[in-house]
């Protein structure tokens, strides 16, 4: 902190409130396993215990407990600090008592344990206690506990009183109880903490179909993955959709939309990972939901009834108690309710009648347990499974991206970024994350392809069927072969030559990791819990012939040549996605590494370590933009670009923190590919221009410039009128002819535009 403070920066930390490990280095846990619910800390964890008749499953072990005991794999051991434990492989568990001799020795200590070991398979159907999704190592807390909130906040509550952190983000914020009561809650131990100051304080919450975060939680906002989404439907053409969707339902033989994916995969993912955590919702609702019957509610049915709205629910979740359940979300449960009712046996259907007047009733608190339990099936249903299933266009696959919009107009944008200046104006901006599927800028590439969507569309299949000979049988399908394909065009790097073979091939592995993960997501063909090594071997050979081995040349010089063709439209993309983020209201958030160009695919390959040296010695050299620009590979013009317009914040703070966002009006026939927008406050004003859809704006392919001929006169108007204007990046007059400042003369050589009052460059 103090090198941060000397460097004029702050610190935000994250947190994550909502699990922690379930893991025998957790001396928490590790007391509850020794003591049960009489542990002081048994109610700081969501366990069911009646439900685990006093015991907490443990599916820790790799075979039936009958199996691992006939092995010799679980013994009673001592421990060199004393006492004894039982002991499986390398894990070490606390015995409720010193264990006595006798007959049926180790049956009898396992059956007076607190916990029960068990095979990990039966975790989904049989586990009495929360998970952080389905994941066994991973306990999820009771913060609405007051006792658990205060031990578990203890030490941010102290770095803040000590001034050594200025906020917070808060993780996975949907899996607690009652969010927006948390969030009050820890706002006002950090502002009790250091009296008189304002903790920043955001939230990573996936907003879907209209959400808005509510202002009732006194957060800043969001971490920025709606921003990530809005800046991403606005580089989409509209028009490519219907043709990328045809070619993508014939080449896969899966569905062109992406609801009956969704569907399905939400119905999956509750039988294999959340049929107990099912059970536990049934079992707290039916007793509300019995007494509004008066009696008769089968607790099967009532199973079934909730599997079928929690298959259709549009949303992560709702939030409130029913009397407090806002007018957006009784519509999300009206929907959900809808389509339950088409989709369920036509005997439920009464049952699921009887759901909709239960989440509309009076006041009760089993509501809490269906949030806590539809929040993490869309996670793992939509995000973990039909994401990965979906190949229509991967660019609009990504954390927190309302996958049913594939393109959004200026306007859209606009719209969001007026409300976020109202509501959240301190919110993040994000464009690239820890989590997320691809990289910022193969998302910006591989957007060109709604611009040529008949060109892919007439290309694609060709592609697959001249691939034929590197296939293993029917491995890797035809669906596999398109997203990869979608892959190697988006994250191809620009340094990569097509003659580099070890070049090629260390892309190769990068993407071979990146495959395995999509196979195993899917659950098609593959999956983490019962991985097909065959198919996998076969996708992986055919991954390496392809590319690595350029087993067909003609093929590999094709797309490379294509690569070619929507790269430089693609870098474009690139540089109005940052000039965006780092102008728009809240504030923006530069992922590690992402200063050069972000061909990252899915972690871990997102997290590689980032060459910092290499960024360090293009700092500071002064050179211009236009001269960057003409050597646009190597990423320094969107570091220039960054770097610049962070200055240009640090200056003039009150335009970005406290301006207005005044949607500038575009006239002329290409006035549907630009964004511009002012933000002015008091007598400083910026001027942001951002083209979109810029394929056919490029002025030759190979470079980045735009055609100056290919605006057409359109003309960028606004009131009222701005002083003088200059170049910010090169501080160079920008006359304002009367009539409009014409595109041609702020988007050209360097595709992006940021002019200010002449007064506050």
């Known amino acids: 902190m103090a090198a ?232 989409h053409d509209p028009r490519g959709e219907a043709a990328l969707a045809r070619v993508w339902a014939r080449a896969s033989g899966r569905s062109a939309a992406f609801p009956p994916e969704e569907e399905l995969a939400r119905r999956e993912i509750v039988a294999r990972s959340f049929s107990a955590q099912l059970d536990a919702c049934a079992s707290a609702c039916h007793p509300s939901l019995q007494d509004l019957l008066g009696g008769d509610l089968g607790r099967a049915t009532l199973s079934r009834a909730l599997l079928e709205v929690l298959a259709h629910f549009p949303i992560y979740r709702t939030y409130g108690r029913c009397d407090a359940l806002t007018p957006d979300e009784r519509a999300h449960i009206d929907a959900a309710i809808d389509g339950a009712r088409r989709s369920c046996l036509a005997t439920d259907r009464w049952a699921v009648d009887l759901l909709q007047c239960w989440f509309n009733s009076s006041p009760h608190e089993s509501i809490h347990r269906f949030q806590q339990l539809s929040a993490p099936v869309a996670a793992k249903a939509v995000e973990d499974t039909a994401f990965y299933r979906y190949g229509r266009l991967l660019s609009r696959n990504d954390v927190g991206f309302n996958i049913e919009r594939f393109a959004g107009e200026a306007s859209a944008f606009h719209a969001a970024a007026q409300a976020r200046r109202k509501h959240f104006p301190h919110a993040l901006l994000a464009t690239a994350t820890h989590d997320h599927k691809r990289g910022e800028d193969v998302r910006a590439r591989l957007a060109v392809l709604s611009e040529q969507a008949d060109k892919w569309a007439s290309l694609l299949p060709g592609w697959i069927e001249r691939s034929a000979p590197l296939r293993s049988g029917d491995a890797p ?131 590689r370590p980032v060459d910092y040296p290499a960024r360090a010695a293009s700092l500071g050299k002064g050179e211009s933009l236009e001269a960057l620009a003409a050597t646009w590979r190597d990423g320094r013009i969107k570091q220039a670009i960054l770097t610049r317009t962070l200055d240009l914040r640090r200056r003039h703070q009150a335009v970005f923190s406290e301006g207005s966002y005044e949607p500038v009006h575009v006239e002329g026939p290409m006035s549907g590919n630009v964004i511009s927008y002012i933000r002015r406050h008091g007598q400083a004003a910026i001027l942001a221009v951002a083209p979109r859809l810029p394929f056919t704006l490029i002025s030759q392919r190979g470079g980045i410039a735009l055609d100056p001929s290919a605006w057409k006169k359109t003309v960028l108007q606004w009131s009222p009128p701005l002083p003088s204007l200059a170049d910010s990046f090169s501080g160079a007059d920008v006359h304002v002819p009367q009539g409009g400042l014409p595109l041609a003369m702020v988007c050209g050589p360097v595709p992006v535009a940021l002019l200010c009052a002449r007064s506050e460059t």
């Open 477 to 607: 399908s035809a669906g596999d072969i398109a997203m990869l394909l979608q892959m190697i065009i988006g994250a191809w790097p620009l340094d990569l030559d097509r003659e580099d073979a070890s070049g090629r091939r260390a892309f190769a592995e990068r993407l071979s990791a990146w495959q395995q993960k999509a196979l195993r997501e899917a659950k098609l063909r593959s999956d983490w819990a019962a991985p097909d090594e065959a198919y996998e071997k076969a996708a992986n050979q055919f991954l390496m012939k392809f590319l690595a081995e350029a087993q067909i040349p003609q093929l590999l010089d094709q797309i490379t040549a294509f690569v070619e063709r929507i790269a430089p439209a693609g870098a474009v993309n690139g540089l109005a996605q940052l000039l965006l983020k780092l102008t728009a209201p809240g504030v923006p958030d530069i992922y590690q590494g992402t200063d050069f160009w972000d061909f990252s695919l899915v972690d871990p390959d997102n997290r």
């Open 4 to 235: 941060l403070r000397e460097a004029g920066l702050g610190l935000i930390v994250d947190i994550v409130p909502n699990h922690m490990a379930a893991d025998l280095a957790n001396p928490w846990w590790v007391d509850v396993l020794r003591c049960g619910h009489a542990s002081h800390y048994a109610g700081f964890f969501d366990i069911d215990w009646d439900r685990g008749g006093g015991k907490v499953l443990l599916p820790v072990l790799g075979k039936p407990l009958r199996e691992a005991v006939k092995a010799g794999e679980i013994a009673i051991v001592s421990r060199p600090a004393g006492g004894h434990a039982l002991r499986y492989f390398s894990q070490f568990f606390p015995l409720a008592a010193e264990p006595v001799d006798g007959e049926d020795h180790l049956a009898a200590v396992l059956r007076g344990q607190h916990y029960r070991l068990a095979w990990w398979r039966v975790a989904g159907d049989e586990i009495n206690w929360r998970r952080f999704f389905d994941i066994n190592e991973l306990v999820s807390l009771r913060q609405e506990v007051n006792e658990t909130f205060t031990a578990t906040h203890a030490l941010i509550l102290r770095l803040y009183a000590q001034d050594l952190v200025d906020g917070v983000r808060v993780d996975h914020v949907d899996g607690l109880r009652d969010p927006g009561h948390y969030c009050r809650k820890l706002r006002a131990g950090l502002e009790a903490a250091r009296p008189g100051s304002r903790p920043y304080i955001v939230v990573e919450k996936i907003l879907l179909r209209g959400e808005v975060l509510p202002d009732s939680w006194e957060t800043d906002g969001t971490t920025g993955y709606d921003f990530m989404d809005e800046v991403n439907l606005v580089q």
